[in-house]
Protein backbone atom coordinates (compact mmCIF):
# COMPACT_ATOMS: atom_id res chain seq x y z
CA UNK A 1 0.00 0.00 0.00
CA UNK A 2 1.38 4.16 -0.89
CA UNK A 3 3.17 5.01 1.75
CA UNK A 4 1.68 8.96 2.61
CA UNK A 5 4.38 10.31 4.84
CA UNK A 6 7.29 9.03 6.74
CA UNK A 7 10.38 10.01 8.49
CA UNK A 8 13.79 9.77 7.02
CA UNK A 9 16.76 10.51 9.28
CA UNK A 10 16.56 14.40 10.43
CA UNK A 11 13.59 14.91 7.73
CA UNK A 12 9.32 14.33 7.19
CA UNK A 13 8.75 12.65 3.92
CA UNK A 14 5.60 13.17 2.86
CA UNK A 15 3.51 11.95 -0.77
CA UNK A 16 2.82 15.32 -2.70
CA UNK A 17 -0.86 15.04 -3.56
CA UNK A 18 -1.32 17.87 -5.26
CA UNK A 19 1.33 16.51 -8.15
CA UNK A 20 -1.09 13.43 -8.46
CA UNK A 21 -1.65 11.51 -10.79
CA UNK A 22 0.55 13.15 -13.28
CA UNK A 23 3.91 12.36 -11.04
CA UNK A 24 4.60 10.29 -8.07
CA UNK A 25 6.53 12.44 -5.93
CA UNK A 26 7.94 12.58 -2.25
CA UNK A 27 8.58 16.56 -0.42
CA UNK A 28 10.89 16.63 1.58
CA UNK A 29 10.29 18.70 4.67
CA UNK A 30 12.85 19.68 7.58
CA UNK A 31 10.88 22.04 9.52
CA UNK A 32 7.26 21.95 11.21
CA UNK A 33 6.48 25.31 8.60
CA UNK A 34 7.21 23.35 5.58
CA UNK A 35 4.88 20.69 6.99
CA UNK A 36 2.35 23.37 7.69
CA UNK A 37 2.72 24.44 4.76
CA UNK A 38 2.04 21.38 3.08
CA UNK A 39 -0.84 21.10 4.80
CA UNK A 40 -2.54 24.18 3.77
CA UNK A 41 -1.46 23.18 -0.19
CA UNK A 42 -3.21 20.00 0.02
CA UNK A 43 -0.48 18.40 -0.44
CA UNK A 44 -1.13 15.89 2.08
CA UNK A 45 -5.04 16.27 3.06
CA UNK A 46 -7.76 14.44 4.21
CA UNK A 47 -8.74 14.26 8.34
CA UNK A 48 -6.82 11.21 9.31
CA UNK A 49 -3.83 12.33 7.46
CA UNK A 50 -3.95 15.64 8.07
CA UNK A 51 -3.91 15.04 12.09
CA UNK A 52 -1.11 12.63 11.58
CA UNK A 53 0.92 14.87 9.36
CA UNK A 54 0.76 17.31 12.52
CA UNK A 55 2.23 14.89 15.28
CA UNK A 56 5.24 14.16 12.62
CA UNK A 57 5.83 17.95 12.18
CA UNK A 58 5.77 18.41 15.65
CA UNK A 59 7.93 15.51 16.23
CA UNK A 60 10.10 17.17 13.65
CA UNK A 61 10.36 20.36 15.30
CA UNK A 62 11.72 18.95 18.44
CA UNK A 63 14.19 16.35 16.94
CA UNK A 64 15.71 19.27 14.92
CA UNK A 65 15.22 21.94 17.46
CA UNK A 66 18.92 23.79 18.60
CA UNK A 67 17.80 26.49 20.56
CA UNK A 68 18.15 27.38 24.28
CA UNK A 69 17.09 24.59 26.78
CA UNK A 70 14.84 26.71 28.59
CA UNK A 71 13.13 27.72 25.67
CA UNK A 72 11.71 24.48 24.51
CA UNK A 73 8.87 24.45 25.75
CA UNK A 74 7.85 27.58 24.15
CA UNK A 75 8.80 26.49 20.53
CA UNK A 76 6.27 23.65 21.49
CA UNK A 77 3.95 25.42 22.18
CA UNK A 78 4.46 27.74 19.31
CA UNK A 79 4.66 24.72 16.87
CA UNK A 80 1.54 23.02 18.07
CA UNK A 81 -0.43 26.44 17.27
CA UNK A 82 1.83 27.39 13.88
CA UNK A 83 0.35 23.55 12.97
CA UNK A 84 -2.97 23.98 14.16
CA UNK A 85 -3.77 27.30 12.19
CA UNK A 86 -3.36 25.61 8.80
CA UNK A 87 -7.23 24.07 8.18
CA UNK A 88 -9.92 24.83 10.66
CA UNK A 89 -12.84 21.59 9.81
CA UNK A 90 -11.08 18.28 10.19
CA UNK A 91 -11.32 18.13 13.63
CA UNK A 92 -8.22 15.02 13.59
CA UNK A 93 -5.70 17.91 13.41
CA UNK A 94 -6.33 19.03 16.86
CA UNK A 95 -6.88 15.20 18.00
CA UNK A 96 -3.55 14.40 16.87
CA UNK A 97 -1.96 17.96 18.19
CA UNK A 98 -3.62 17.26 21.93
CA UNK A 99 -2.30 13.60 21.83
CA UNK A 100 1.34 15.09 21.33
CA UNK A 101 0.99 17.70 23.90
CA UNK A 102 0.09 15.35 26.61
CA UNK A 103 2.93 13.22 25.56
CA UNK A 104 5.21 16.10 25.75
CA UNK A 105 4.15 17.08 29.12
CA UNK A 106 4.71 13.49 30.55
CA UNK A 107 7.89 13.79 29.17
CA UNK A 108 9.48 17.37 29.04
CA UNK A 109 11.70 16.89 31.64
CA UNK A 110 13.69 14.34 30.06
CA UNK A 111 16.89 14.71 27.63
CA UNK A 112 15.73 16.67 24.44
CA UNK A 113 16.80 13.77 22.07
CA UNK A 114 14.64 11.54 24.08
CA UNK A 115 11.62 13.85 24.32
CA UNK A 116 12.27 13.87 20.19
CA UNK A 117 12.73 9.86 20.38
CA UNK A 118 9.22 9.68 22.18
CA UNK A 119 7.28 11.97 20.12
CA UNK A 120 8.42 10.70 17.07
CA UNK A 121 7.61 6.62 18.58
CA UNK A 122 4.20 8.71 19.24
CA UNK A 123 3.41 9.91 15.67
CA UNK A 124 4.73 6.51 14.07
CA UNK A 125 2.04 4.70 16.73
CA UNK A 126 -0.62 7.12 15.35
CA UNK A 127 0.20 5.70 11.83
CA UNK A 128 -0.10 2.34 12.61
CA UNK A 129 -3.18 2.59 14.89
CA UNK A 130 -4.73 4.57 11.86
CA UNK A 131 -4.33 1.95 9.09
CA UNK A 132 -5.91 -0.48 11.97
CA UNK A 133 -8.82 1.53 12.59
CA UNK A 134 -9.58 1.89 8.54
CA UNK A 135 -9.24 -2.04 8.13
CA UNK A 136 -11.91 -2.08 11.22
CA UNK A 137 -13.88 0.58 9.48
CA UNK A 138 -13.98 -1.89 6.27
CA UNK A 139 -15.16 -5.14 8.16
CA UNK A 140 -17.88 -3.24 9.49
CA UNK A 141 -19.43 -1.42 6.87
CA UNK A 142 -18.76 -4.09 3.97
CA UNK A 143 -21.61 -5.22 5.75
CA UNK A 144 -23.78 -3.01 4.31
CA UNK A 145 -22.45 -3.46 0.67
CA UNK A 146 -24.78 -6.32 -1.25
CA UNK A 147 -23.36 -8.28 -3.76
CA UNK A 148 -22.78 -6.43 -6.94
CA UNK A 149 -22.89 -3.63 -5.50
CA UNK A 150 -22.61 0.27 -7.33
CA UNK A 151 -21.18 2.86 -4.69
CA UNK A 152 -21.45 6.42 -5.51
CA UNK A 153 -18.58 8.52 -3.44
CA UNK A 154 -17.28 12.30 -3.31
CA UNK A 155 -13.85 13.51 -2.73
CA UNK A 156 -10.75 11.05 -1.64
CA UNK A 157 -11.50 9.27 2.12
CA UNK A 158 -9.16 6.36 0.55
CA UNK A 159 -5.31 5.66 1.78
CA UNK A 160 -4.31 8.86 0.40
CA UNK A 161 -6.19 10.57 2.81
CA UNK A 162 -5.22 8.46 5.66
CA UNK A 163 -2.41 6.51 6.45
CA UNK A 164 -2.68 3.90 4.72
CA UNK A 165 -6.60 1.61 3.31
CA UNK A 166 -8.62 4.41 4.01
CA UNK A 167 -12.13 5.13 5.29
CA UNK A 168 -15.18 5.19 2.75
CA UNK A 169 -12.14 3.38 0.41
CA UNK A 170 -11.37 1.01 3.12
CA UNK A 171 -15.09 -0.04 3.24
CA UNK A 172 -14.88 -0.38 -0.60
CA UNK A 173 -11.91 -1.97 -0.52
CA UNK A 174 -12.77 -4.64 1.69
CA UNK A 175 -15.97 -5.09 -0.16
CA UNK A 176 -13.90 -5.55 -3.17
CA UNK A 177 -11.98 -8.23 -1.34
CA UNK A 178 -15.21 -10.31 -0.84
CA UNK A 179 -15.94 -9.59 -4.76
CA UNK A 180 -19.06 -8.08 -3.56
CA UNK A 181 -18.11 -4.27 -5.90
CA UNK A 182 -19.43 -3.91 -9.40
CA UNK A 183 -18.58 -0.56 -9.65
CA UNK A 184 -17.54 2.60 -7.71
CA UNK A 185 -18.62 5.79 -9.08
CA UNK A 186 -16.26 8.85 -8.36
CA UNK A 187 -17.98 12.50 -8.16
CA UNK A 188 -15.21 14.42 -9.54
CA UNK A 189 -15.00 16.95 -6.48
CA UNK A 190 -15.02 20.61 -7.88
CA UNK A 191 -12.90 22.80 -7.47
CA UNK A 192 -9.70 21.01 -6.43
CA UNK A 193 -10.82 17.43 -8.03
CA UNK A 194 -9.47 14.51 -5.57
CA UNK A 195 -12.21 12.33 -7.41
CA UNK A 196 -10.85 12.58 -10.25
CA UNK A 197 -7.07 13.27 -9.29
CA UNK A 198 -6.97 10.58 -6.37
CA UNK A 199 -9.59 8.45 -5.96
CA UNK A 200 -9.74 7.12 -9.57
CA UNK A 201 -6.42 7.04 -9.59
CA UNK A 202 -6.27 5.03 -6.19
CA UNK A 203 -8.94 2.51 -7.21
CA UNK A 204 -7.73 1.79 -10.36
CA UNK A 205 -4.13 0.65 -9.46
CA UNK A 206 -5.70 -1.67 -7.18
CA UNK A 207 -8.17 -3.02 -10.14
CA UNK A 208 -11.16 -2.08 -8.52
CA UNK A 209 -13.81 -0.97 -10.87
CA UNK A 210 -14.45 2.95 -10.90
CA UNK A 211 -16.00 5.47 -13.24
CA UNK A 212 -15.89 9.14 -12.69
CA UNK A 213 -18.85 11.32 -13.10
CA UNK A 214 -19.09 14.96 -12.81
CA UNK A 215 -20.49 16.21 -9.47
CA UNK A 216 -23.69 17.75 -11.31
CA UNK A 217 -24.16 14.05 -12.85
CA UNK A 218 -24.81 12.27 -9.61
CA UNK A 219 -28.83 13.10 -9.25
CA UNK A 220 -29.03 11.60 -12.86
CA UNK A 221 -26.95 8.63 -12.59
CA UNK A 222 -29.03 7.55 -9.27
CA UNK A 223 -32.39 8.33 -11.06
CA UNK A 224 -31.10 5.71 -13.70
CA UNK A 225 -31.00 3.48 -11.08
CA UNK A 226 -26.90 2.82 -11.15
CA UNK A 227 -26.38 3.32 -7.35
CA UNK A 228 -27.00 1.11 -4.53
CA UNK A 229 -25.80 3.53 -1.70
CA UNK A 230 -23.41 6.12 -1.15
CA UNK A 231 -20.28 6.30 0.93
CA UNK A 232 -18.34 9.42 2.30
CA UNK A 233 -15.88 10.62 4.84
CA UNK A 234 -16.12 12.64 6.92
CA UNK A 235 -13.77 15.74 8.73
CA UNK A 236 -16.08 16.43 11.89
CA UNK A 237 -19.08 14.90 12.90
CA UNK A 238 -21.08 16.54 16.01
CA UNK A 239 -22.44 15.00 18.82
CA UNK A 240 -25.89 14.90 17.34
CA UNK A 241 -24.80 13.19 14.21
CA UNK A 242 -24.23 16.10 11.76
CA UNK A 243 -21.18 15.57 9.80
CA UNK A 244 -19.37 18.01 7.57
CA UNK A 245 -17.44 16.52 4.57
CA UNK A 246 -16.18 17.89 1.51
CA UNK A 247 -18.35 20.56 -0.49
CA UNK A 248 -20.72 18.29 -2.38
CA UNK A 249 -21.40 16.13 -0.04
CA UNK A 250 -24.92 17.68 1.62
CA UNK A 251 -26.09 17.49 -2.58
CA UNK A 252 -25.11 13.87 -2.46
CA UNK A 253 -27.08 13.05 0.79
CA UNK A 254 -30.24 15.41 -0.24
CA UNK A 255 -30.16 13.41 -3.64
CA UNK A 256 -29.94 9.95 -2.37
CA UNK A 257 -32.51 10.77 0.17
CA UNK A 258 -35.34 11.23 -2.34
CA UNK A 259 -34.02 8.22 -4.44
CA UNK A 260 -34.29 6.24 -1.22
CA UNK A 261 -30.73 5.09 -1.79
CA UNK A 262 -28.70 4.52 2.04
CA UNK A 263 -26.05 7.75 2.69
CA UNK A 264 -23.57 6.06 4.94
CA UNK A 265 -20.64 8.30 6.69
CA UNK A 266 -17.60 6.25 6.88
CA UNK A 267 -14.91 8.00 9.71
CA UNK A 268 -13.03 7.07 12.81
CA UNK A 269 -13.60 7.92 16.25
CA UNK A 270 -11.39 11.23 16.55
CA UNK A 271 -13.59 12.81 13.88
CA UNK A 272 -16.28 12.67 16.49
CA UNK A 273 -16.21 16.01 18.17
CA UNK A 274 -18.56 15.61 20.90
CA UNK A 275 -17.69 19.25 22.49
CA UNK A 276 -19.93 20.35 19.86
CA UNK A 277 -23.94 19.92 19.32
CA UNK A 278 -24.09 20.37 16.17
CA UNK A 279 -23.35 20.81 12.51
CA UNK A 280 -23.87 24.48 12.39
CA UNK A 281 -20.57 24.37 14.97
CA UNK A 282 -18.26 23.18 12.61
CA UNK A 283 -16.12 25.69 11.57
CA UNK A 284 -16.06 25.31 7.61
CA UNK A 285 -13.04 26.21 5.77
CA UNK A 286 -13.03 28.69 2.63
CA UNK A 287 -10.01 28.52 0.56
CA UNK A 288 -8.45 30.56 -2.27
CA UNK A 289 -11.03 32.36 -4.97
CA UNK A 290 -8.45 31.33 -7.83
CA UNK A 291 -9.27 27.39 -7.14
CA UNK A 292 -12.71 28.12 -8.38
CA UNK A 293 -11.75 29.98 -10.80
CA UNK A 294 -8.56 27.84 -12.74
CA UNK A 295 -7.96 25.09 -12.97
CA UNK A 296 -4.50 23.69 -13.46
CA UNK A 297 -3.46 27.09 -13.24
CA UNK A 298 -5.55 28.04 -16.30
CA UNK A 299 -8.51 30.49 -15.80
CA UNK A 300 -11.63 29.33 -17.16
CA UNK A 301 -13.73 32.26 -15.79
CA UNK A 302 -13.16 36.26 -15.63
CA UNK A 303 -10.29 36.05 -13.85
CA UNK A 304 -11.44 38.84 -11.34
CA UNK A 305 -14.87 37.36 -11.03
CA UNK A 306 -16.11 36.99 -7.00
CA UNK A 307 -16.25 33.39 -5.80
CA UNK A 308 -17.58 31.61 -3.22
CA UNK A 309 -15.22 28.96 -2.21
CA UNK A 310 -16.38 26.59 1.04
CA UNK A 311 -14.40 23.60 1.03
CA UNK A 312 -16.93 21.96 3.37
CA UNK A 313 -20.38 21.71 3.55
CA UNK A 314 -22.40 19.73 6.59
CA UNK A 315 -24.80 16.91 6.18
CA UNK A 316 -27.40 16.98 8.62
CA UNK A 317 -27.76 13.98 10.89
CA UNK A 318 -31.34 12.67 9.52
CA UNK A 319 -29.95 12.38 6.04
CA UNK A 320 -27.35 9.67 7.23
CA UNK A 321 -28.49 6.10 7.52
CA UNK A 322 -25.43 5.01 10.02
CA UNK A 323 -22.05 6.21 10.87
CA UNK A 324 -19.36 3.06 10.28
CA UNK A 325 -16.79 3.51 13.01
CA UNK A 326 -14.39 1.20 13.89
CA UNK A 327 -16.32 -0.06 16.71
CA UNK A 328 -19.64 -0.89 14.70
CA UNK A 329 -21.66 1.02 12.56
CA UNK A 330 -23.84 3.73 14.25
CA UNK A 331 -27.56 4.59 13.86
CA UNK A 332 -29.76 6.87 14.83
CA UNK A 333 -30.44 8.52 17.30
CA UNK A 334 -26.79 9.67 17.21
CA UNK A 335 -27.13 11.74 20.12
CA UNK A 336 -26.42 8.68 22.39
CA UNK A 337 -25.12 6.29 19.94
CA UNK A 338 -22.13 8.87 19.64
CA UNK A 339 -21.62 9.17 22.75
CA UNK A 340 -21.54 6.04 23.71
CA UNK A 341 -19.22 4.67 21.94
CA UNK A 342 -16.65 7.49 22.10
CA UNK A 343 -16.32 7.21 25.59
CA UNK A 344 -17.24 3.73 26.97
CA UNK A 345 -15.32 1.91 24.09
CA UNK A 346 -11.72 4.64 24.08
CA UNK A 347 -9.18 4.17 27.29
O1 LIG B 1 -9.91 19.16 1.50
P1 LIG B 1 -9.57 17.72 1.73
O2 LIG B 1 -9.09 17.01 0.51
O3 LIG B 1 -8.66 17.55 2.92
O4 LIG B 1 -10.97 17.06 2.13
C1 LIG B 1 -11.01 15.71 2.47
C2 LIG B 1 -12.36 15.18 2.73
O5 LIG B 1 -13.34 15.89 2.70
C3 LIG B 1 -12.45 13.74 3.13
O6 LIG B 1 -13.64 13.17 2.69
C4 LIG B 1 -12.38 13.63 4.67
O7 LIG B 1 -11.29 14.34 5.17
C5 LIG B 1 -12.29 12.22 5.12
S1 LIG B 1 -10.75 11.48 4.69
C6 LIG B 1 -10.72 9.90 5.29
Known sequence: ?????????DSVMLLDQSQLPDRLVYEKCNDPAQVADAIIGLKVRGAPLIGVTAAFGLALGIKNYRGPTEQVDQYFQATCKLLASTRPTAVNLFWALERME???????????????????????????????????IGDYGQELVPAGGRVLTICNAGALAT???GTALGVIRSAAARGKIDKVWACETRPVLQGARLTVWELMREGIPVGLITDSMAGYTMQLGKIDLVIVGADRIAANGDAANKIGTFSLAVLAAYHNIPFYVAAPLSTIDLSIDNGGQIPIEERHQDEVRQIAGTYLTVPDVEVFNPAFDVTPQH??????TEKGIIEPPY?????????????
Open 163 to 165: CGY
Open 102 to 136: KTYMIHRHQELESIAQILMAEADKMYAEDIAINRA
Open 335 to 347: ISGLEHIKTKTQG
Open 319 to 324: LIKGII
Open 1 to 9: MIKTIYFQD
